[in-house]
C-alpha cells in the first residue's frame, strides 16, 4: 500500500485483464496537508479502443449470463470484502485532505452504497435476466395480440468519469446500479486524488468476486477514450460544467446518441424559514447544518451550500452565530487528532478558490474569515492547501449575479437576505438549477409553499425542523434510494433513485406478440396465454415441480345477505352500501345492498387455499386489487387462480411466486382482480 510518507509509486491501469503502466513518467500528485509526493499518474499509450471491446465482449458477456439476485449477491460479497479492508483506504485518505469524518463519507458511504444496492437487488428485483417494466398491454379484443415493456441489459461499457473529491463514493455510487442493470464499468477518477480509487480497484479485483471485464481502470487522461464509445455505450461525468459541456458534445457521443448522465456545477441553497427567528430550535438547527456544509471535505461538495438565503431581520443574528461556529473549527492536518477541517485538494484548487472569491467579493462582502490567512492548529502552513472558511455577505441579491453565477468551490458561503417566501424562492432559483436546496421551518404552509416553489429548479429539497433533526441525513447527503442530479446548470441528470438508477443502464423495449411468447420472453405468464390444470393442486407443488401457467378453476360460493351482514358486524364495517338498502341505491355505483371487498377477497381464499401444510409457506400479500363489478345477495362467485411468476431466492430454501387471481360472478364477469404473493418451499417431501 502507498501512504503519504512512502517514496512515490506510478499508479497503474488496469485494462483488458492486467495491471498495466502509462508510457510516461507522468505527473506527481502530492499529500494535501503536507506537499510531500504520495504517486505519479500517467495513461499514455494506452490501446482504449481494445479496452472497451474487452469490457463489452468479456465484462458485459458475463454479467448478462447472471440473474439480479446473483449480481445483488455479487454487490454484498464485495461490499463485505472492502469493508473488512476500510482501514487501509482510511490510511491513504489523510493524503486527500479528508478527516476521519470526511473519509466515513467516501470510503463507507460508498461501501454502504454498494450493500444498499445488493439488497435493494434482491428485495425489489425478479430472480431474472429479463426486467417486465410496466403492465401487459391488450391490443386486441380476443386477446391474441398484446405487448409488454421489458428492460435488458445495453451491451456496451458505462465510463464513469469522476470527480477528485469524494474518490471512493463517486465510483461506487455509480459502478452499484450498473453492475447491477447488467452492464460493465470503465472507472476514470480525477488525478488529483486517483491514487486512492486505484487502492480501492487493486483490492476489487484481489477480491475475485467480479467477472473479467466487468471492472477496468485508467488513472491519467482518457486520450482518445472518448472516440470509440458506440451505441451501447454510457458515459456519466461529474465536475465542472464547462468540461461537462465539452464532453457532452463529443462527435462519437453525438452521432451514437450515447446515454450521458451529468452532475455539474451547483450553487445550493439553504432557506431559513420565517417562523425561525433566533432562538428557536430551527435557527440552532440551521446555523449547524450551513457550518457543517462549509467544513466538511473543505466545503468540496457537490451538495454543500453556497447560498445561506434568510429572512432580512434574522441576518444580523445569522452571521454572528455563523462567525461564531466557524471561528471554533481546528484547522490543520487530517491525520491529527481533534482537527474538524483539513486541506483542499490541492494547492492550485486553493488558488483557484481564492479566485472565486475575489470575484464574489465584487458584490459581497466577507464577514467571517480571510481566504488568505490560515489559523492552524496543526500541518505545514507553507506546502498544504489550507484555508480558514470564508462567509460573505450580499446586501442586494436580487440586484446581484456573481453570486448566483460563481461557485466557489471551498469552504465558502453567501449569506443573503429575503423580505417575504416569493423572494426566497426567486433567489433559490437564481442558481439556474441545482442538485438540492434546503429549508428550515416548522411551519407547514411555508414548508408546502417553499416546497413547490424550489422543486422544478432542483433534483432534491429537504425540509429541517426539530422532528426531524435526530434522524435526518442532513442537507448534502446524497442516499442510494434518492435520485442525485438537478437540472440546468447542475447537469439535467439524475444518479442513484434506487431502482430508478439501475434502468438507465437498461434498454426499454416495446414487445408485441401472441400472449404465449411474450410469456416465454418475460418469464411470465400473460393473460391470453395457454393455462393448464393438474388433478393436483397448485398449492401442494413446491418450486421444483410448480409451472408457470399451472391453473386452478374452483368451485362456487353463493353470497348470502347473511354473509354480508355477519361480516359487518364481525368485522365493524358496518359501511351503509352494506347495511342500508335504500341508501345503497342513492349511490350512483350500486343498485342495492352490496358485499364488501374484503368479504369478497376473504370467500375467494376459501375457495382456493389448500388448507394442508405443504410447499406454500406463507401468504405475504396482494398487489394491484381492483375491485371491478360490484357484489349483490345471490350472486355466485368462482375463482381462476393461474402461476404467473417464479422467483427463487438465490441463498434461500423457499421462493416467490405470483399469481393471477380473477374472481368471477354467475355472468362470468370479473368482480375483483388482484395478484397473490406466496412464499413456497423449493423441495417438498410427498
Same mark, same amino acid.
Given at each position: #500500500?502507498?501512504?503519504?510518507?512512502?517514496? =512515490?509509486?506510478?499508479?497503474?491501469?488496469?485494462?483488458?485483464?492486467?495491471?498495466?503502466?502509462?508510457?510516461?513518467?507522468?505527473?506527481?500528485?502530492?499529500?494535501?496537508?503536507?506537499?510531500? =509526493?504520495?504517486?505519479?499518474?500517467?495513461?499514455?499509450?494506452?490501446?482504449?479502443?481494445?479496452?472497451?471491446?474487452?469490457?463489452?465482449?468479456?465484462?458485459?458477456?458475463?454479467?448478462?449470463?447472471?440473474?439480479?439476485?446473483?449480481?445483488?449477491?455479487?454487490?454484498?460479497?464485495?461490499?463485505?470484502?472492502? &469493508?473488512?479492508?476500510?482501514?487501509?483506504?482510511?490510511?491513504?485518505?489523510?493524503?486527500?485532505?479528508?478527516?476521519?469524518?470526511?473519509?466515513?463519507?467516501?470510503?463507507?458511504?460508498?461501501?454502504?452504497?454498494?450493500?444498499?444496492?445488493?439488497?435493494?437487488?434482491?428485495?425489489?428485483?425478479?430472480?431474472?435476466?429479463?426486467?417486465?417494466?410496466?403492465?401487459?398491454?391488450?391490443?386486441?379484443?380476443?386477446?391474441?395480440?398484446?405487448?409488454?415493456?421489458?428492460?435488458?441489459?445495453?451491451?456496451?461499457?458505462?465510463?464513469?468519469?469522476?470527480?477528485?473529491?469524494?474518490?471512493?463514493?463517486?465510483?461506487?455510487?455509480?459502478?452499484?446500479?450498473?453492475?447491477? $442493470?447488467?452492464?460493465?464499468?470503465?472507472?476514470?477518477?480525477?488525478?488529483?486524488?486517483?491514487?486512492?480509487?486505484?487502492?480501492?480497484?487493486?483490492?476489487?479485483?484481489?477480491?475475485?468476486?467480479?467477472?473479467?471485464? $466487468?471492472?477496468?481502470?485508467?488513472?491519467?487522461?482518457?486520450?482518445?477514450?472518448?472516440?470509440?464509445?458506440?451505441?451501447?455505450?454510457?458515459?456519466?461525468?461529474?465536475?465542472?460544467?464547462?468540461?461537462?459541456?465539452?464532453?457532452?458534445?463529443?462527435?462519437?457521443?453525438?452521432?451514437?446518441?450515447?446515454?450521458?448522465?451529468?452532475?455539474?456545477?451547483?450553487?445550493?441553497?439553504?432557506?431559513? @424559514?420565517?417562523?425561525?427567528?433566533?432562538?428557536?430550535?430551527?435557527?440552532?438547527?440551521?446555523?449547524?447544518?450551513?457550518?457543517?456544509?462549509?467544513?466538511?471535505?473543505?466545503?468540496?461538495?457537490?451538495?454543500?451550500?453556497?447560498?445561506?438565503?434568510?429572512?432580512?431581520?434574522?441576518?444580523?443574528?445569522?452571521?454572528?452565530?455563523?462567525?461564531?461556529?466557524? @471561528?471554533?473549527?481546528?484547522?490543520?492536518?487530517?491525520?491529527?487528532?481533534?482537527?474538524?477541517?483539513? =486541506?483542499?485538494?490541492?494547492?492550485?484548487?486553493?488558488?483557484?478558490?481564492? @479566485?472565486?472569491?475575489?470575484?464574489?467579493?465584487?458584490?459581497?462582502?466577507?464577514?467571517?474569515?480571510?481566504?488568505?490567512?490560515?489559523?492552524?492548529?496543526?500541518?505545514?502552513?507553507?506546502?498544504?492547501?489550507? #484555508?480558514?472558511?470564508?462567509?460573505?455577505?450580499?446586501?442586494?441579491?436580487?440586484?446581484?449575479?456573481?453570486?448566483?453565477?460563481?461557485?466557489?468551490?471551498?469552504?465558502?458561503?453567501?449569506?443573503?437576505?429575503?423580505?417575504?417566501?416569493?423572494?426566497?424562492?426567486?433567489?433559490?432559483?437564481?442558481?439556474?438549477?441545482?442538485?438540492?436546496?434546503?429549508?428550515?421551518?416548522?411551519?407547514?404552509?411555508?414548508?408546502?409553499?417553499?416546497?413547490?416553489?424550489?422543486?422544478?429548479?432542483?433534483?432534491?429539497? #429537504?425540509?429541517?425542523?426539530?422532528?426531524?433533526?435526530?434522524?435526518?441525513?442532513?442537507?448534502?447527503?446524497?442516499?442510494?434510494?434518492?435520485?442525485?442530479?438537478?437540472?440546468?446548470?447542475?447537469?439535467?441528470?439524475?444518479?442513484?433513485?434506487?431502482?430508478?438508477?439501475?434502468?438507465?443502464?437498461?434498454?426499454?423495449?416495446?414487445?408485441?406478440?401472441?400472449?404465449?411468447?411474450?410469456?416465454?420472453?418475460?418469464?411470465?405468464?400473460?393473460?391470453?396465454?395457454?393455462?393448464?390444470?393438474?388433478?393436483?393442486?397448485?398449492?401442494?407443488?413446491?418450486?421444483?415441480?410448480?409451472?408457470?401457467?399451472?391453473?386452478?378453476?374452483?368451485?362456487?360460493?353463493?353470497?348470502?345477505?347473511?354473509?354480508?351482514?355477519?361480516?359487518?358486524?364481525?368485522?365493524?364495517?358496518?359501511?351503509?352500501?352494506? &347495511?342500508?338498502?335504500?341508501?345503497?341505491?342513492?349511490?350512483?355505483?350500486?343498485?342495492?345492498?352490496?358485499?364488501?371487498?374484503?368479504?369478497?377477497?376473504?370467500?375467494?381464499?376459501?375457495?382456493?387455499?389448500?388448507?394442508?401444510?405443504?410447499?406454500?409457506?406463507?401468504?405475504?400479500?396482494?398487489?394491484?386489487?381492483?375491485?371491478?363489478?360490484?357484489?349483490? =345477495?345471490?350472486?355466485?362467485?368462482?375463482?381462476?387462480?393461474?402461476?404467473?411468476?417464479?422467483?427463487?431466492?438465490?441463498?434461500?430454501?423457499?421462493?416467490?411466486?405470483?399469481?393471477?387471481?380473477?374472481?368471477?360472478?354467475?355472468?362470468?364477469?370479473?368482480?375483483?382482480?388482484?395478484?397473490?404473493?406466496?412464499?413456497?418451499?423449493?423441495?417438498?417431501?410427498?
Amino acid at each position: #500500500m502507498t501512504t503519504a510518507s512512502a517514496a =512515490p509509486r506510478a499508479l497503474e491501469n488496469y485494462l483488458c485483464g492486467q495491471w498495466i503502466r502509462g508510457a510516461k513518467a507522468g505527473s506527481v500528485l502530492l499529500d494535501a496537508a503536507t506537499g510531500a =509526493p504520495v504517486a505519479s499518474i500517467d495513461a499514455s499509450g494506452i490501446d482504449f479502443a481494445t479496452a472497451l471491446a474487452h469490457g463489452r465482449a468479456q465484462g458485459g458477456h458475463s454479467l448478462r449470463r447472471m440473474g439480479f439476485h446473483e449480481r445483488a449477491a455479487m454487490l454484498k460479497a464485495l461490499g463485505q470484502y472492502l &469493508m473488512e479492508r476500510k482501514e487501509e483506504f482510511y490510511s491513504l485518505s489523510t493524503a486527500t485532505g479528508a478527516t476521519r469524518p470526511d473519509s466515513w463519507i467516501d470510503i463507507e458511504g460508498g461501501i454502504g452504497t454498494l450493500l444498499a444496492y445488493a439488497s435493494k437487488g434482491r428485495r425489489e428485483l425478479p430472480n431474472t435476466r429479463v426486467l417486465v417494466d410496466g403492465d401487459v398491454e391488450e391490443l386486441s379484443r380476443d386477446g391474441s395480440f398484446s405487448a409488454q415493456h421489458i428492460l435488458t441489459p445495453l451491451e456496451g461499457v458505462a465510463v464513469h468519469i469522476n470527480a477528485y473529491n469524494f474518490p471512493c463514493w463517486g465510483m461506487l455510487e455509480k459502478m452499484a446500479p450498473t453492475l447491477l $442493470a447488467g452492464m460493465p464499468v470503465l472507472i476514470k477518477p480525477a488525478s488529483q486524488t486517483a491514487y486512492l480509487t486505484e487502492l480501492m480497484v487493486r483490492a476489487i479485483i484481489d477480491s475475485g468476486l467480479l467477472p473479467e471485464g $466487468a471492472l477496468q481502470l485508467v488513472c491519467g487522461s482518457v486520450g482518445d477514450l472518448l472516440d470509440h464509445v458506440n451505441e451501447q455505450d454510457a458515459v456519466t461525468f461529474t465536475g465542472s460544467a464547462a468540461t461537462g459541456r465539452m464532453l457532452k458534445t463529443h462527435p462519437a457521443i453525438v452521432s451514437n446518441a450515447v446515454r450521458f448522465t451529468m452532475e455539474a456545477d451547483s450553487l445550493n441553497a439553504a432557506i431559513l @424559514g420565517e417562523d425561525a427567528a433566533p432562538g428557536t430550535e430551527e435557527f440552532d438547527l440551521f446555523v449547524r447544518e450551513v457550518v457543517r456544509e462549509m467544513t466538511v471535505k473543505a466545503g468540496q461538495k457537490c451538495t454543500a451550500i453556497r447560498r445561506v438565503i434568510a429572512p432580512q431581520a434574522y441576518c444580523e443574528a445569522l452571521v454572528a452565530a455563523l462567525d461564531a461556529k466557524l @471561528g471554533a473549527i481546528a484547522l490543520g492536518n487530517p491525520a491529527d487528532e481533534g482537527i474538524r477541517m483539513g =486541506p483542499l485538494a490541492s494547492l492550485s484548487q486553493r488558488e483557484e478558490v481564492r @479566485g472565486r472569491i475575489r470575484e464574489l467579493a465584487h458584490e459581497a462582502e466577507i464577514v467571517s474569515g480571510h481566504p488568505d490567512q490560515c489559523h492552524l492548529a496543526s500541518g505545514d502552513a507553507e506546502h498544504g492547501a489550507f #484555508m480558514n472558511p470564508v462567509l460573505l455577505y450580499c446586501a442586494r441579491p436580487l440586484a446581484a449575479q456573481m453570486v448566483h453565477d460563481v461557485e466557489a468551490f471551498g469552504p465558502v458561503s453567501t449569506v443573503m437576505p429575503y423580505h417575504s417566501l416569493e423572494e426566497a424562492v426567486a433567489l433559490a432559483r437564481r442558481g439556474r438549477g441545482s442538485l438540492v436546496s434546503s429549508v428550515f421551518t416548522n411551519d407547514a404552509d411555508t414548508a408546502r409553499e417553499m416546497v413547490v416553489g424550489l422543486a422544478s429548479f432542483h433534483g432534491r429539497v #429537504m425540509i429541517g425542523n426539530r422532528v426531524s433533526a435526530k434522524s435526518s441525513t442532513g442537507h448534502g447527503s446524497p442516499l442510494p434510494g434518492l435520485v442525485h442530479g438537478g437540472p440546468g446548470r447542475a447537469g439535467g441528470g439524475e444518479e442513484m433513485g434506487g431502482m430508478r438508477g439501475v434502468k438507465h443502464y437498461m434498454q426499454r423495449t416495446a414487445v408485441q406478440g401472441a400472449p404465449h411468447l411474450l410469456g416465454a420472453v418475460t418469464g411470465r405468464w400473460i393473460p391470453g396465454a395457454p393455462a393448464h390444470n393438474d388433478t393436483v393442486h397448485p398449492f401442494r407443488k413446491s418450486l421444483a415441480e410448480l409451472r408457470i401457467g399451472e391453473q386452478l378453476t374452483t368451485a362456487t360460493r353463493t353470497v348470502t345477505l347473511e354473509d354480508i351482514e355477519h361480516f359487518a358486524h364481525f368485522t365493524g364495517d358496518t359501511f351503509y352500501a352494506h &347495511m342500508d338498502e335504500e341508501a345503497a341505491r342513492q349511490n350512483p355505483f350500486f343498485d342495492g345492498r352490496v358485499a364488501h371487498g374484503y368479504l369478497i377477497v376473504s370467500f375467494a381464499a376459501g375457495l382456493f387455499v389448500d388448507p394442508a401444510p405443504g410447499p406454500v409457506l406463507a401468504n405475504y400479500g396482494v398487489d394491484h386489487l381492483r375491485f371491478l363489478t360490484p357484489v349483490n =345477495p345471490g350472486d355466485t362467485l368462482q375463482v381462476q387462480l393461474t402461476c404467473k411468476e417464479i422467483n427463487p431466492r438465490g441463498s434461500a430454501d423457499h421462493g416467490e411466486v405470483r399469481w393471477d387471481c380473477r374472481v368471477t360472478n354467475q355472468h362470468a364477469k370479473v368482480v375483483a382482480q388482484y395478484d397473490v404473493l406466496t412464499m413456497v418451499a423449493k423441495s417438498w417431501p410427498h
